[in-house]
């Protein structure tokens, strides 16, 4: 895999990643702030030139999730679009050498306990994260699925020149609409799935995102789905028949979608690249075993 370093953070990221490295610094994880970010090349380019074909993209209905997941590999490993409502629409498809399904897991358990750890992540663009009930998301007699999924967690984060913040919903895939069965023939052994709302109009769901992972030769191959605005399909969650609306009053129209469906689309390529550079060695000091 041929990588490339991010070479472009706006004025507003660089000075969110010198505040993030003073916040960082007197953690037992400080050596872990790195912020030089690579990305694959052939990822980058794939996102440099407009809006992927509308066949090649997948809306969030039960019947087309079901169609990923029969044959995940059968879609491009990275893109983005508009789709109707209007709904940014993202997918990529990361492969994480050395990691795996545990460690992604864990990932999920280990960071949201601290703002700063959520910084490791993404340097640049990660500002707040915390869980509704933290004691619970520490609880180690408790499985993954007990400690994260219903926990609330509230996330700021710049996307491009956007602001993010929202309230994510980790839930059991199942719930968001992935069937039980083609999710284990596709041999998917971790999840990090939610839907979410924002911080401003907590009762409206406007996102819905999928991480599913599965191990393969080297490491973990996650595929990453997101739908964020005001798809039809968006009304099985809480409050979705209510995202038109909210659209509008944020003033996002299909241009404003658009830009974010990029921005959305370059923030995960980094920050997913970004974390399987650096989850091998947190969970190797800061791990269960340890
Ligand atoms: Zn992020």
Known sequence: MVLTP????????????????????????????????QVPLAMAKALQHGQMPRAQTLTPSLADIK??????????????????????????????????????????????????????????AHVENYVEDPRRLADESLSYEQRLYHNPNTI????????????????????????????????????ASAWSAPCAAPDITFTLMLHLGREADNGLELFNRYWIGAHPELKRFPGGEKAPSFLKKMGLDQTGIENIAYEMAVHDMTEFSHLASVLPRIYGQFGPAC
């Open 67 to 124: 169609t990923f997941l029969s044959d995940p590999r059968r879609f491009p490993d990275a893109g983005y679009a508009v789709l109707e409502g209007p709904t940014a629409y993202v997918q990529t498809r990361h492969e994480m050498p050395g990691v795996t399904s545990e460690m992604f897991k864990w990932w999920f358990l280990w960071h949201p306990i601290e703002k700063q750890r959520y910084m490791l992540w993404f340097p640049y």
């Open 6 to 37: 991010i070479t472009y953070f706006d004025v507003r990221s660089q000075k969110q990643c010198a505040t993030n490295k003073k916040l960082v610094a007197e953690k037992p994880y400080a050596r872990f702030f790195q912020d030089d970010m």
């Open 156 to 191: 700021g984060e710049y996307i491009g020149p956007s602001t993010l913040n929202a309230i994510l919903h980790f839930s059991d895939p199942t719930e968001l609409g992935c069937d039980a069965t083609t999710l284990k023939r596709a041999g998917f052994t971790a999840s």
